[in-house]
């Protein structure tokens, strides 16, 4: 089985467990500690995405492995005209046009695509291109980093889970057991892939305190 068909299985059967990490009302009040005190990257980058969002007055976006659609409900609450949404999981496509279905005017704004975004076809180009939480199943990033490039206008937005003493090896035991991959990065190696890609200006933030991502601000 390809890294992609376990990823794929992986969010059928866990979606709405993992939808739950955005969902503060979902949770116990135990759980929800754990959430603010030990995943706090899930926060700060939603915050950083919908900042640089209204920072460029972007109006259209590509999120890719857009999950449940809570970025996608975001994004069209900062008035953005156009999301496109694409996940290999039908499960959380589902869960993302559920999310998404009572805004006004739904059917113009969103379009979610359930597939592998590496055989996604299309001639429309987003202002931002996002890939939050996509990185972590990825082995060898560099080439969905140059179709996203070719898609953007703007920038891409990306995530990649750092390598961390502690908790990298806990991560690798956990997602062994669930079968799905899951890789790290380190700041001079994601400056590396970009570079490869054919990005020549970007930012690299390290999301501060217990939190295992970067988050990249890559510039057409």
């Not at 390809?2 to 759980?31: G, H, N, P, Q, W």
Request: charged share 30%.
């Amino acid at each position: 089985m390809s890294d992609i068909e376990k990823v794929r299985d992986y969010f059928i059967r866990s979606a709405v467990t993992f939808d739950s990490l955005y969902s503060e009302e979902k949770l116990s009040s135990l759980m929800s500690f754990i959430n603010r005190r030990f995943r706090r990257d899930i926060y700060d980058r939603f915050v950083l995405t919908m900042d640089h969002v209204r920072q460029y007055k972007l109006q259209t976006a590509l999120d890719v492995g857009c999950g449940s659609g809570r970025y996608a409900l975001a994004l069209s609450q900062t008035g953005m005209k156009r999301v496109v949404g694409a996940d290999v999981s039908p499960k959380m496509i589902d869960l993302a046009r559920e999310m998404t279905g009572r805004v006004e005017r739904a059917d113009e704004i969103f379009n979610f695509v359930c597939g592998d975004f590496m055989e996604l076809r299309t001639e429309e180009k987003f202002d931002v291109v996002l890939a939050m939480g996509f990185f972590d199943y990825i082995k060898d990033p560099v080439p969905i980093l140059k179709k996203m490039k070719t898609l953007a206008v703007h920038s891409v937005i990306a995530t990649f889970p750092s390598v961390s003493i502690y908790r990298t090896p806990i991560r690798k035991i956990r997602y062994h057991f669930k079968r799905c991959p899951v890789y790290f990065f380190t700041s001079d190696k994601i400056g590396s892939l970009v570079t490869e890609a054919g990005f020549r200006r970007y930012e690299i933030i390290k999301i501060p305190g217990s939190g295992m991502d970067f988050f990249a601000k890559l510039f057409v």
